[in-house]
């Protein structure tokens, strides 16, 4: 016995250290990578790769259906209507959601994430777990207020470093038009070929020191490249118009009141920026000179001359789009309390007949599609306890309430379900080129809002907001309905309940 002992062992020495040997590799690898391959099962709360979700209320392109959406390997499979009918053998791996109500993701275009360089403002980490928690799958970065700025190809780089293993939805991102590039368009055809979905510039100040603003001429330049890559411009359209910009603080008013910053921000910024665009637009029609651009008015606020002058154009064949924001269809001005700077933002909140005709456009079409403008700061620079509009940062925290906000105001003015998804998944989706997002239909990557419209909850101490400095946000201490239960991500179920997927598995988006 003894003697067949010593002749194993040597070769169990040989075979443990063997194992060891491997092990070894393989924890050294995964501590040289271990943010490069994550373990699948840590991107969903789900264990399967192939599962059915049922509902009597699913958002489809066909309309509002009763039925199931296979779900495999990330993509939509197949949708069956007929509530309860979908493959008897894979019984349990249906998710019933009773009536909760199954939608595409939202598609948020116009999100600052401010990660490089100011993630003290919010960061990928904490701006993509909110994104996840109000069901917003894809969410389109602005080239700006992270640093540096998003205006070259090495720029972009470093965001898409800085994304790496941080972002819980899927991340595309718009590049900046700024003197610099578009004077120099082989800066803007690296930043273009590198993959950004498309470009934005201000014809205003930014408020940020290294994203400089565009005069017309600037945007013309940028459009003649942007034609040939057939990626839209975005324009934040205001022109200061008088001496009396908000950082002349004398004879202005008391800085305490919404009205004195209202009045420094007329809509004839506005109007004067988009006259200025519509004269520019009109070579984008079919055999013009600038046929393949495309302008995309971010943010629209005045809902009279501006939007007038928006709808002539479209009418003429421009390639012209528009979007408004949240927090212009659920304020106005005149209950803007005094002091109140988490409501500042730029263009501002103007008074409540213009809230009306900016739903009564959003419901005609005139307004393309919604976003947030999701932009924080730290709380320092909101100033709260001076409550100085005049000094305060502009910006609103919004990004995890866009749906409730929107659904919550909306639904008095009679927005549908399918209006809904139109404006914030599908026309966002084609705005920004991303062919298989948007819809629930096969073949489409699996992102999937479930909520529950007729629920209310009230954004109190209690609620988890995973926005990084919640006391921002304008929406704090409201009551909305509409509660986001679930939220999937390219078939990931990456918030559930409060809770998010062990790891961040949304992945950047680039244009090809
Ligand atoms: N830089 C920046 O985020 N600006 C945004 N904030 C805002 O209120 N309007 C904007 O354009
Ligand atoms: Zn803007
Ligand atoms: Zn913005």
């Known amino acids: 016995m003894e003697h067949v002992l010593w002749r194993v ?3 169990l020495t040989i075979l443990v250290s063997f194992g060891v040997f ?8 995964a501590q040289l990578y271990p943010l490069i391959k994550l373990p699948e099962d840590k991107c969903s709360l789900l264990p399967h790769s192939h599962f059915w979700i049922s509902s009597k209320r699913i958002v489809t392109p066909q309309g509002i259906i009763s ?16 509530y309860g009918k979908q493959g008897k053998s894979m019984q349990e791996e249906v998710i019933d959601y009773g009536d909760a109500v199954v939608m595409p993701g939202l598609i948020d275009v116009h999100v600052h994430l401010d990660e490089p360089g100011r993630t003290e403002w919010e960061g ?57 590039n578009a004077l120099n368009t082989s800066i803007l055809e690296g930043l273009l070929s590198a993959g950004v979905l498309g470009v934005k510039s201000f014809m205003c100040p930014s408020g940020i020191n290294d994203f400089p603003m565009t005069t017309i001429d600037h945007i013309k330049e940028g459009l003649s490249v942007l034609a040939k890559y057939r990626r839209p411009l975005l324009v934040h359209a205001e022109i200061q118009q008088d001496s009396k910009n908000h950082l002349e603080l004398n004879d202005i008013g008391d800085p305490r009141a919404y009205l004195t910053y209202l009045n420094t921000r007329p809509p004839s910024w506005e109007e ?7 004269g520019v637009t009109k070579d984008t029609r079919i055999g013009g000179p600038l046929e393949g651009a495309h302008v995309h008015i971010v943010h629209l606020s005045d809902s009279r001359a501006s939007l007038d002058l928006i709808k002539e154009a479209k009418g003429h064949g421009d390639s012209l789009s528009v979007e408004t924001c949240s927090h212009y269809l659920a ?39 919604l976003s947030s403008d999701h932009s924080p700061t730290v709380p320092e620079l909101k100033l709260l306890e001076e409550g100085d509009f005049l000094r305060a940062w502009g910006g609103i925290s919004s990004l995890q309430f866009d749906l409730p906000v929107t659904w919550s105001h909306g639904k008095k003015y009679g927005v549908t379900l399918e209006q809904l998804s139109l404006l914030w998944s599908k026309k966002p989706a084609t705005f920004a080129g991303l062919e ?19 629920q209310e909850f009230d954004l109190d101490d209690d609620y988890p907001v995973f926005l990084k400095h919640p006391s921002l946000s304008a929406y704090m201490g409201r009551r909305l309905s509409g509660k986001v239960l679930d939220t999937f991500v390219r078939g990931n179920l990456v918030f559930k309940d409060g809770k998010h997927a062990p790891a961040a598995c949304g992945v950047p988006i680039l244009a090809k």
């Open 9 to 11: 062992l040597p070769l």
């Open 67 to 82: 039925g199931s959406v296979e779900i495999n390997e990330g993509k939509i499979a197949s949708v069956i209507e007929g």
């Open 436 to 454: 298989s997002k948007g819809a629930i239909a096969v073949g489409n990557h699996a992102d999937v809002v479930v909520w529950q419209p007729e």
């Open 331 to 369: 304020f106005s001005s005149e209950e803007i309390p005094n002091g109140d700077t988490r409501f500042k933002c730029s263009p501002p909140i103007r008074d409540a007949f213009n809230k009306e005709k900016l739903w009564e456009a959003v419901l005609e079409g005139h307004i393309d599609l």
């Open 272 to 278: 004067a920026a988009i006259t200025e665009l519509v």
């Open 22 to 29: 491997f092990y070894l590799q393989d924890s050294y690898k």
């Open 124 to 180: 990928f980490d904490t701006g993509t777990r909110a994104a996840a928690a109000g069901g917003v799958t894809t969410v389109v970065d602005m080239p700006l207020n992270n640093h540096p700025t998003t205006v070259s190809k090495e720029t972009l780089e470093l965001k898409l470093e800085a994304a790496e293993n941080k972002i819980y939805v899927d991340v595309g991102f718009w590049g900046g038009l700024i003197p610099e």
